[in-house]
Protein backbone atom coordinates (compact mmCIF):
# COMPACT_ATOMS: atom_id res chain seq x y z
CA UNK A 1 0.00 0.00 0.00
CA UNK A 2 1.37 3.03 -0.88
CA UNK A 3 0.55 6.93 1.01
CA UNK A 4 -2.55 9.05 0.05
CA UNK A 5 -0.02 11.66 -0.79
CA UNK A 6 1.79 9.11 -2.64
CA UNK A 7 -1.81 7.84 -4.30
CA UNK A 8 -2.24 11.27 -4.94
CA UNK A 9 0.56 12.17 -7.07
CA UNK A 10 -0.23 9.10 -8.89
CA UNK A 11 -3.49 9.99 -10.25
CA UNK A 12 -1.96 13.09 -12.09
CA UNK A 13 0.23 10.84 -14.29
CA UNK A 14 -1.72 9.27 -16.79
CA UNK A 15 -0.70 8.46 -20.27
CA UNK A 16 2.78 9.46 -20.14
CA UNK A 17 5.78 8.09 -22.13
CA UNK A 18 7.74 8.96 -19.81
CA UNK A 19 8.36 9.98 -15.76
CA UNK A 20 11.07 11.53 -14.06
CA UNK A 21 11.46 11.29 -10.56
CA UNK A 22 14.10 12.72 -9.37
CA UNK A 23 14.54 12.31 -5.43
CA UNK A 24 12.73 9.15 -5.56
CA UNK A 25 14.08 7.68 -2.49
CA UNK A 26 11.74 4.33 -2.15
CA UNK A 27 10.77 4.77 -5.84
CA UNK A 28 6.89 3.52 -4.93
CA UNK A 29 5.84 6.30 -7.41
CA UNK A 30 7.47 5.29 -10.58
CA UNK A 31 6.56 1.56 -9.42
CA UNK A 32 2.79 2.06 -9.58
CA UNK A 33 2.66 4.34 -12.53
CA UNK A 34 4.03 1.77 -14.61
CA UNK A 35 2.19 -1.40 -12.47
CA UNK A 36 -1.30 0.59 -13.71
CA UNK A 37 0.11 1.50 -16.93
CA UNK A 38 -0.11 5.09 -16.54
CA UNK A 39 3.22 5.67 -17.61
CA UNK A 40 5.83 3.27 -20.17
CA UNK A 41 8.85 3.95 -18.81
CA UNK A 42 10.41 5.63 -15.45
CA UNK A 43 13.69 6.99 -14.87
CA UNK A 44 14.42 6.96 -11.08
CA UNK A 45 16.89 9.35 -9.72
CA UNK A 46 18.36 10.19 -6.30
CA UNK A 47 21.58 12.48 -5.20
CA UNK A 48 21.92 9.27 -2.39
CA UNK A 49 23.06 5.87 -3.13
CA UNK A 50 21.53 4.54 -0.32
CA UNK A 51 18.13 5.55 -1.25
CA UNK A 52 18.10 3.96 -4.97
CA UNK A 53 18.54 0.96 -3.01
CA UNK A 54 15.41 1.00 -2.09
CA UNK A 55 14.22 1.77 -4.87
CA UNK A 56 15.95 -1.13 -6.50
CA UNK A 57 14.70 -3.43 -3.80
CA UNK A 58 11.45 -2.19 -4.68
CA UNK A 59 11.95 -2.81 -8.42
CA UNK A 60 12.44 -6.24 -7.80
CA UNK A 61 10.08 -6.73 -4.35
CA UNK A 62 7.45 -5.57 -7.24
CA UNK A 63 9.05 -7.19 -10.32
CA UNK A 64 8.51 -3.80 -12.55
CA UNK A 65 10.54 -3.40 -16.09
CA UNK A 66 11.11 -0.36 -17.56
CA UNK A 67 12.32 1.28 -14.94
CA UNK A 68 15.87 2.62 -14.32
CA UNK A 69 17.35 4.14 -11.56
CA UNK A 70 20.68 6.26 -11.61
CA UNK A 71 22.32 8.81 -8.70
CA UNK A 72 22.07 12.16 -9.94
CA UNK A 73 22.08 15.84 -7.94
CA UNK A 74 18.82 17.16 -9.60
CA UNK A 75 18.95 16.92 -13.58
CA UNK A 76 22.54 16.77 -13.38
CA UNK A 77 23.44 13.25 -15.23
CA UNK A 78 19.53 12.85 -17.00
CA UNK A 79 19.50 13.49 -20.37
CA UNK A 80 15.63 14.81 -20.43
CA UNK A 81 13.20 15.49 -23.16
CA UNK A 82 10.48 17.55 -24.36
CA UNK A 83 7.60 14.93 -23.75
CA UNK A 84 9.40 13.98 -19.94
CA UNK A 85 6.50 14.17 -17.40
CA UNK A 86 9.39 15.85 -14.60
CA UNK A 87 7.74 15.04 -10.92
CA UNK A 88 10.06 16.56 -7.71
CA UNK A 89 8.19 15.46 -4.42
CA UNK A 90 8.91 15.47 -0.87
CA UNK A 91 11.33 18.06 -0.80
CA UNK A 92 11.96 21.23 0.52
CA UNK A 93 11.74 24.82 -1.34
CA UNK A 94 15.31 25.61 -1.34
CA UNK A 95 16.49 21.98 -2.80
CA UNK A 96 14.10 22.49 -5.43
CA UNK A 97 15.15 26.12 -6.64
CA UNK A 98 18.60 24.17 -6.50
CA UNK A 99 17.54 21.65 -8.98
CA UNK A 100 15.73 24.32 -11.31
CA UNK A 101 18.54 26.26 -10.98
CA UNK A 102 19.99 24.10 -13.99
CA UNK A 103 20.19 25.38 -17.91
CA UNK A 104 18.76 21.42 -18.59
CA UNK A 105 15.37 22.50 -16.92
CA UNK A 106 14.32 25.07 -19.57
CA UNK A 107 13.49 21.51 -21.88
CA UNK A 108 11.01 20.56 -19.44
CA UNK A 109 7.12 21.48 -20.31
CA UNK A 110 5.29 19.32 -17.31
CA UNK A 111 6.44 19.16 -13.59
CA UNK A 112 4.24 17.82 -10.58
CA UNK A 113 5.79 19.09 -7.57
CA UNK A 114 5.72 18.46 -3.96
CA UNK A 115 7.08 21.18 -1.60
CA UNK A 116 7.39 20.05 1.76
CA UNK A 117 7.54 24.10 2.66
CA UNK A 118 7.56 28.00 1.39
CA UNK A 119 4.40 27.62 -1.09
CA UNK A 120 4.61 31.23 -2.10
CA UNK A 121 7.88 31.55 -2.74
CA UNK A 122 7.54 27.78 -4.56
CA UNK A 123 4.75 29.43 -6.72
CA UNK A 124 6.40 32.84 -7.25
CA UNK A 125 9.56 30.82 -8.78
CA UNK A 126 8.05 28.41 -10.70
CA UNK A 127 5.08 30.67 -12.33
CA UNK A 128 8.04 32.99 -13.86
CA UNK A 129 8.17 29.68 -16.81
CA UNK A 130 5.15 27.93 -15.92
CA UNK A 131 1.49 27.73 -15.47
CA UNK A 132 -0.87 25.86 -12.56
CA UNK A 133 -2.76 23.30 -14.56
CA UNK A 134 -4.00 21.59 -11.56
CA UNK A 135 -3.27 21.18 -7.70
CA UNK A 136 -4.25 19.12 -4.97
CA UNK A 137 -4.43 18.99 -1.31
CA UNK A 138 -3.84 15.68 0.90
CA UNK A 139 -3.95 15.68 4.85
CA UNK A 140 -2.34 13.32 6.35
CA UNK A 141 -0.97 12.12 9.63
CA UNK A 142 -1.70 15.59 10.84
CA UNK A 143 -0.10 17.54 7.88
CA UNK A 144 -1.35 19.25 4.55
CA UNK A 145 0.60 18.42 1.73
CA UNK A 146 -0.47 20.58 -1.82
CA UNK A 147 1.14 18.73 -4.80
CA UNK A 148 1.12 21.22 -8.14
CA UNK A 149 1.07 20.21 -11.29
CA UNK A 150 2.87 22.82 -13.46
CA UNK A 151 2.91 23.35 -17.25
CA UNK A 152 4.80 25.17 -19.13
CA UNK A 153 3.60 28.75 -20.64
CA UNK A 154 2.79 31.95 -18.43
CA UNK A 155 -0.23 33.09 -16.79
CA UNK A 156 -1.12 36.56 -14.65
CA UNK A 157 -1.88 35.44 -10.60
CA UNK A 158 -2.54 37.63 -8.09
CA UNK A 159 -0.77 37.31 -4.80
CA UNK A 160 -3.60 35.38 -3.03
CA UNK A 161 -3.07 32.61 -5.82
CA UNK A 162 0.49 32.17 -5.60
CA UNK A 163 -0.35 32.19 -1.43
CA UNK A 164 -3.11 29.92 -1.53
CA UNK A 165 -3.30 28.53 -4.83
CA UNK A 166 -5.26 29.85 -7.99
CA UNK A 167 -7.86 26.11 -7.35
CA UNK A 168 -7.32 25.82 -3.90
CA UNK A 169 -8.31 29.39 -2.90
CA UNK A 170 -11.81 28.60 -4.11
CA UNK A 171 -12.16 24.74 -3.59
CA UNK A 172 -10.53 23.96 -0.30
CA UNK A 173 -12.19 25.67 2.52
CA UNK A 174 -10.67 23.58 5.57
CA UNK A 175 -7.36 24.34 3.96
CA UNK A 176 -7.63 27.67 3.64
CA UNK A 177 -9.33 28.40 6.68
CA UNK A 178 -6.44 26.47 8.69
CA UNK A 179 -3.95 28.83 7.26
CA UNK A 180 -6.22 31.50 8.47
CA UNK A 181 -5.92 30.46 11.71
CA UNK A 182 -1.84 29.56 11.56
CA UNK A 183 -1.21 32.50 10.64
CA UNK A 184 -3.40 33.74 13.33
CA UNK A 185 -1.66 32.34 16.24
CA UNK A 186 1.79 33.46 14.47
CA UNK A 187 0.16 37.16 14.26
CA UNK A 188 -0.50 37.25 18.33
CA UNK A 189 3.09 35.69 18.50
CA UNK A 190 4.92 38.73 16.81
CA UNK A 191 6.04 41.11 19.39
CA UNK A 192 5.65 44.88 18.58
CA UNK A 193 8.92 45.05 17.67
CA UNK A 194 8.69 43.43 14.36
CA UNK A 195 6.13 45.70 13.77
CA UNK A 196 6.27 45.85 9.86
CA UNK A 197 6.29 41.89 9.98
CA UNK A 198 3.11 41.87 11.89
CA UNK A 199 1.40 44.32 9.55
CA UNK A 200 2.52 42.05 6.54
CA UNK A 201 0.92 38.80 7.78
CA UNK A 202 -1.93 40.84 9.70
CA UNK A 203 -2.83 42.31 6.00
CA UNK A 204 -2.49 38.78 4.61
CA UNK A 205 -4.66 37.41 6.55
CA UNK A 206 -7.35 40.05 6.07
CA UNK A 207 -6.68 38.55 2.09
CA UNK A 208 -7.52 34.97 3.38
CA UNK A 209 -10.37 36.47 5.54
CA UNK A 210 -12.00 37.83 2.52
CA UNK A 211 -10.94 34.91 0.18
CA UNK A 212 -13.32 32.74 3.47
CA UNK A 213 -16.50 35.00 2.73
CA UNK A 214 -16.29 33.15 -1.00
CA UNK A 215 -17.01 29.88 0.61
CA UNK A 216 -20.06 31.54 2.91
CA UNK A 217 -21.69 32.97 0.26
C1 LIG B 1 11.93 12.79 1.75
S1 LIG B 1 12.56 11.96 0.36
C2 LIG B 1 11.15 12.00 -0.71
C3 LIG B 1 11.01 10.73 -1.45
C4 LIG B 1 9.87 10.68 -2.45
N1 LIG B 1 10.10 11.58 -3.57
C5 LIG B 1 8.56 10.98 -1.80
O1 LIG B 1 7.91 11.97 -2.15
O2 LIG B 1 8.14 10.21 -0.92
C6 LIG B 1 13.64 13.14 -0.40
C7 LIG B 1 14.67 12.49 -1.32
O3 LIG B 1 15.26 13.50 -2.12
C8 LIG B 1 16.63 13.19 -2.29
N2 LIG B 1 17.32 14.42 -2.69
C9 LIG B 1 17.64 15.49 -1.91
N3 LIG B 1 18.28 16.42 -2.64
C10 LIG B 1 18.36 15.93 -3.91
C11 LIG B 1 18.91 16.44 -5.12
N4 LIG B 1 19.51 17.62 -5.17
N5 LIG B 1 18.82 15.67 -6.23
C12 LIG B 1 18.22 14.44 -6.19
N6 LIG B 1 17.70 13.91 -5.06
C13 LIG B 1 17.75 14.65 -3.94
C14 LIG B 1 17.03 12.61 -0.93
O4 LIG B 1 18.22 11.84 -1.03
C15 LIG B 1 15.80 11.79 -0.56
O5 LIG B 1 15.90 10.45 -0.98
Same mark, same amino acid.
Do not use: W
Given at each position: ?50 ? #? ?132 ? #? ?31
Amino acid at each position: MISLRLKTILNLINNEKRLIDIGCDHGLVGIFALKEQRVKEVIASDINPKS #LSAAKANILKYNVSNMKTLVSDGFDNIDLKEDDLVLISGMGFKTIEHIFNNDKSSIINNVIIQSNNDLYDLRKHMTKHFYIEDEKIVFEKGHYYVIIFFKKGIKKYKFIDLYLGPKIRFEEKEYVTFIYNHNKS #LIDKIGNNNFIKKMKLSYINYLIKNQISYFNK
